[in-house]
């Protein structure tokens, strides 16, 4: 029964700190074993969640002030102390309860036995003994036994505009019960990122905290932008005159005008052009747009074109811009 736990649990060994632990180190050993124990961690593992509830059982105790000088006095009385429910081996009652103090075998009291008949009230007496009142709690479970417990967390996803994720902003989703919920999005959130939203999941089922939303977003390509972390990349292409005489071009930004970029003389495909400040804005930084140049090779040309295309072939040096790569290709056979 509850009050058995107290006796045969020892919270400090399940939370892995020692007795005169301070609230600091307790918080901080539950948490971690919380964590690593928690059942959205471990779905389907049954040990895991045995675990994650024994955790919690220590934790509830052991964090609260009052509750811990009780649990601290209760396992001071000695490991004799033992409790037998109602109906458990006989008429049932309190044997040989808190025998260390009140005169277990070979002491004062000769082994006193307290037996309480069916109709017995374990409140009254353990209330009288911790400062009177009800020791149960109002949901019916026991203070200090496991405390209040959390509700269950929930899991959601949503898709943004690309703009959207890249820029933040506040959306409105709504609950499988239909209830609105006003989300805030931080700028920069990447595609499959958890945003966690503290008490907006299920209710405690005795009192205590909420459980929390865990959104997972998504976000939907953009036509001409992608995120390459804080930056922002785009191709741009240019004409084979552009890139081989050089040229001033107009590159886009995302949600704002158009800049202006140098393309040098002789530019080729793949080369990326830098343009600072311009891309992802986050807390933690800014990156830049990064403007990949794309030589555009037209796909039909007149022939008087093509006469004097051949004309400039003509006059260009004879190499092989294969050369070096069929070099390095011939050197590892």
């Keep these: 029964m509850a009050s058995q736990d107290w006796f045969d649990k020892d919270f400090y060994q399940v939370l892995g700190v020692s007795k005169d632990a301070s609230d600091g180190d307790i918080k901080k050993a539950?948490?971690?074993?919380?964590?690593?124990?928690?059942?959205?961690?471990?779905?389907?593992?049954?040990?895991?969640?045995?675990?994650?509830?024994?955790?919690?059982?220590?934790?509830?105790?052991?964090?609260?002030?009052?509750?811990?000088?009780?649990y601290d006095a209760i396992r001071a009385m000695g490991t004799g102390a033992r409790f037998t429910a109602p109906g458990a081996g006989g008429a049932g009652g309190f044997e040989d309860v808190f025998g260390g103090m009140f005169g277990g075998p070979g002491g004062a009291g000769g082994g006193t036995r307290y037996t309480f008949q069916q109709g017995g009230d374990y409140d009254d007496l353990l209330g009288g003994l911790f400062g009177g009142g009800r020791f149960g709690t109002p949901s019916g479970g026991y203070r200090g036994f496991g405390g209040p417990t959390k509700g269950r967390d929930v899991t959601a996803s949503t898709?943004?505009?690309?703009?959207?994720?890249?820029?933040?902003?506040?959306?409105?989703?709504?609950?499988?019960?239909?209830?609105?919920?006003?989300?805030?999005?931080p700028a920069?959130?990447?595609?499959?990122?958890?945003?966690?939203?503290?008490?907006?999941?299920?209710?405690?089922?005795?009192?205590?905290e909420s459980g929390d939303l865990i959104l997972t977003v998504h976000v939907r390509k953009h036509p001409v932008f992608e995120r390459d972390g804080l930056n922002l990349r785009v191709t741009v292409p240019v004409t084979f005159a552009e890139a081989t005489l050089g040229a001033t071009i107009q590159v886009p930004t995302l949600g704002g005008d158009p800049v202006k970029l140098r393309v040098a003389p002789g530019t080729p495909s793949g080369r990326v052009l830098r343009v600072k400040g311009r891309g992802v804005e986050t807390k933690k930084g800014t990156g830049d747009l990064l403007a990949v140049v794309q030589v555009a090779v037209p796909s039909h040309l007149s022939k008087d074109a093509s006469e004097k295309l051949e004309e400039f072939a003509a006059l260009l040096p004879d190499e092989d811009p294969r050369e070096e790569l069929l070099a390095k290709a011939r050197s590892q056979r």
Excluded: W
């Excluded at 690309?162 to 919920?181: R, S, Y």
């Excluded at 499959?192 to 503290?198: A, E, F, R, S, W």
């Design 30 to 70: 539950y948490r971690k074993l919380a964590r690593k124990y928690h059942p959205d961690q471990n779905p389907g593992d049954a040990a895991a969640e045995a675990r994650f509830k024994e955790i919690s059982e220590a934790h509830s105790v052991l964090a609260d002030p009052e509750e811990r000088k009780e």
């Design 159 to 185: 898709t943004l505009e690309f703009i959207t994720a890249t820029k933040g902003d506040q959306i409105t989703l709504q609950t499988a019960e239909g209830k609105p919920i006003t989300v805030r999005i």
């Design 188 to 208: 920069g959130v990447a595609d499959g990122q958890k945003i966690k939203l503290p008490g907006k999941g299920h209710p405690s089922p005795d009192g205590g």
